[in-house]
């Protein structure tokens, strides 16, 4: 009892003198959980820039290999030399994931340039069209590709050397826009695919000892990003957006998706699987109606 007392105590003192300003977190890790990924190797999609660059850089500074890609060479080629300062190796594939075969030859080249395959994370995705009445068959179309077609076809294409791996894990990066309604329907329907994806396949490649989970971050703000965009744009609807649906007051930053990412990927997560972590600061509505 007294326990309780004391810890509603400490709970009440931080309260009152955080103020819950907006801020990145103050917690500071020097030690840690050995995740298990030294010398291990993973392939992310879209790993130039936000989240996936992010997260192949927190991956490679666990101790991972990391295959990267991007279809633009100088961010593509600036990304590799930021992971090869961490001392592991690197292997950039500059490479559109859209066109016919461009997943498959960006799976096999970086398991014959890294010698195997432990962990893959499905990141690259976006929207084509605008809001409902005004887009096309073809706008919906590209958006399933880019998102939930290009994880089916990067799952199936790694699925052989995930399944020589000892722990084995894919994350596939939906959105909190996959569960809840907001704008635009044909990005959230393509998340919600991803979603249901991961689910399936956690059962489906069990059998192979492949974990599947998703991962649904909320809005993330990161310089060049789009979030960033509409801040510099649309600074007051932004504020307001902010107010309303962020009980933080901020949104959130790439170190907070790629370190769940991380430990996702990590045998340390052994028994997750088949998941939807959300990852978003308890936001509210997904998103904003853009013009
Ligand atoms: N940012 C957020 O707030 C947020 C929130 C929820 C979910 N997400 C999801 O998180 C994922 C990453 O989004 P992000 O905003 O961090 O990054 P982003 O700006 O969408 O960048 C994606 C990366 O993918 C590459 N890329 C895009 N299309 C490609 C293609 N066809 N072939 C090969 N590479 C391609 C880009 O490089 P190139 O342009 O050079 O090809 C870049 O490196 C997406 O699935 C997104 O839906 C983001």
């Not at 936000?50 to 850089?57: N, Q, R, S, V």
């Not at 590799?80 to 594939?93: D, K, N, Y």
Request: hydrophobic share 45%; net charge positive; with cysteine.
């Amino acid at each position: 009892m007294s326990g309780r007392v004391e810890s509603l105590a400490a709970l009440e003192l931080v309260v009152a003198t955080s103020g819950f300003l907006p801020r990145a977190p103050r917690a500071r890790y020097t030690t840690g959980m050995d995740l298990g990924l030294h010398g291990r190797v993973a392939l992310v999609t879209g790993s130039t820039r936000g989240i996936g660059h992010h997260t192949a850089l927190t991956l490679a500074k666990e101790g991972c290999d990391v295959a990267i890609c991007g279809r633009t060479k100088e961010p593509l080629d600036q990304a590799a030399e930021r992971l090869a300062a961490t001392g592991r190796r690197v292997t950039a594939s500059q490479v559109d994931l859209l066109e016919p075969g461009g997943v498959e030859r960006f799976v096999s080249t970086a398991v014959e340039s890294l010698g195997r395959l432990d962990v893959v994370v499905a990141n690259v995705g976006g929207t084509f069209g605008g809001n409902f009445l005004e887009t096309s068959p073809a706008d919906w179309l590209k958006t399933f590709e880019v998102n939930l077609v290009h994880a089916v076809r990067v799952i199936q294409a790694a699925a052989p050397h995930l399944a020589r791996s000892d722990a084995a894990s894919v994350v596939i990066i939906a959105s909190i826009s996959g569960s809840r309604p907001g704008p635009r329907a044909q990005y959230g329907v393509a998340k919600a695919g991803e979603i249901q994806l991961a689910s399936s396949l956690a059962r489906e490649l069990a059998p192979q000892r492949i974990r599947v989970n998703a991962v649904s971050p909320g809005s993330i703000l990161w310089e060049g990003g789009s979030w960033h965009r509409r801040a510099t744009t649309m600074p007051d609807v932004i504020n307001q957006f902010v107010a309303r649906e962020f009980p933080w007051g901020r949104m959130g930053t790439l170190d907070e998706i790629a370190n769940v990412i991380t430990f996702l990927s990590s045998p340390r997560a052994s028994w997750v699987n088949g998941a939807n972590v959300v990852v978003d600061g308890a936001q509210g509505q997904p998103s904003i109606k853009l013009p």
